[in-house]
């Protein structure tokens, strides 16, 4: 767990609480370790856990049942977070996230972080504002793929 904190304490949002905020989420999470190809979660299945990838690569995918059965990919690796989008709000995952390689993953409840939130609006607050951060930057990259896929050989 000792690499998984350090990467924790320098990766955002976590390097901007103070360290009882910090000791809580690492006391909250347990690590898990997939295998290459083993599914985190599928898109529009339920779920309550959050992942942040401490090492290894993950892809996270949608499928598209328009525009020829297109599936869109974004990939990403240590320090990188997903299923976040759960803490601030209810539904269906939006996408399939895949571990592309051997990896390792510190995991939390939806709910641990919806009680550290209560018990700290502050970090609540600071939370919220980096999920909708980057489910909108995952937004903005899933639509320039799209957009080149589309227009791709159209001139």
């Known amino acids: 767990m000792s690499k998984a904190k350090a990467l924790l304490e320098q990766?955002?949002?976590f390097n901007e609480f103070d360290d009882a905020i910090l000791s809580r989420f690492i006391a909250?999470?347990?690590?898990?370790e997939f295998s290459a190809g083993d599914v985190l979660f599928y898109e529009l299945s339920e779920g309550n856990e959050i992942y942040f990838i401490v090492t290894?690569?993950?892809?996270?995918?949608v499928?598209?049942?328009?525009?020829?059965?297109?599936v869109e990919e974004i990939e990403g690796g240590?320090?990188?977070?997903?299923g976040e989008g759960r803490f601030i709000a209810d539904g269906p995952r939006p996408a399939t996230a895949t571990a592309t390689s051997d990896l390792t993953a510190l995991v939390w409840d939806v709910a641990a972080w919806k009680a550290i939130?209560?018990?700290?609006?502050?970090?609540?607050?600071?939370l919220a504002i980096y999920a909708g951060q980057v489910l909108f930057a995952r937004v903005g990259e899933l639509r320039d793929h799209l957009i080149?896929?589309?227009?791709?050989g159209l001139e």
């Open 11 to 13: 990766s955002k949002p």
């Open 28 to 32: 909250e999470a347990r690590e898990q």
């Open 56 to 61: 290894g690569e993950i892809r996270m995918s």
């Open 63 to 70: 499928e598209l049942a328009s525009a020829y059965h297109m």
């Open 78 to 82: 240590p320090g990188e977070l997903v």
């Open 117 to 126: 939130a209560e018990d700290s609006p502050k970090t609540g607050y600071r």
């Open 148 to 152: 080149n896929d589309i227009s791709w």
